[in-house]
């Protein structure tokens, strides 16, 4: 009976408040109203002209010797990255065809792990470029100033040691894995 009752009030009531979601064919053309078609007359005003901006003084001595000194860093943890290469290489090479639980695999693995560690060294300079770029940027956002390009310079440097490390890393792990 309740079923009934509500399925009832449920058919009565749905067509009222379906008429109430209607549209009534009242609303204003979308078309260009006269007022739209007025052109303007006024002659444009000349632009200003701007001062210019004096050039930004180049990068201090201070900031300078602290990049030479990122990069020194990322290049003596490179040398030692390279020293362990080979030894990781030899290792890889050992356990070529080897099972996963077998003491050359493993061996290969600590040799691996060994040269992430060494680029991990490498990539504690690259952060703080990039953070003294950011800060640089932040100092100058329109313009690249001379001590932004400096870090630029000095992170290309550092960025293209990682990504060299990168790649050898990459080459031993494919070569573990397969």
Known sequence: ???????????????????ACSTTSGYPSLGQRDIERIGGSATPVAAEQTPEEPALPPANTDLVTRLDGLVAAAQETD????????????AVAGAAGAAVTSDSWATAQIAL????S?????VAPLA??????AEA?????LELSPSAEAIERARAQVSDIVARQDSVIAGLAARLRS
Request: net charge neutral.
């Open 1 to 19: 009976m309740i079923r009934a009752t509500a399925s009832l009030l449920l058919s009565a009531a749905l067509p009222v408040a379906l008429a």
């Open 79 to 90: 040398a030692q990255f390279r020293e362990q290469q080979g030894s990781a290489e030899r």
């Open 113 to 116: 792990a060994a040269l992430e």
């Open 118 to 122: 060494r680029r991990g060294a490498t």
């Open 128 to 133: 703080e470029l990039d953070t003294l770029y």
């Open 137 to 141: 940027r932040d100092a100058a956002p």
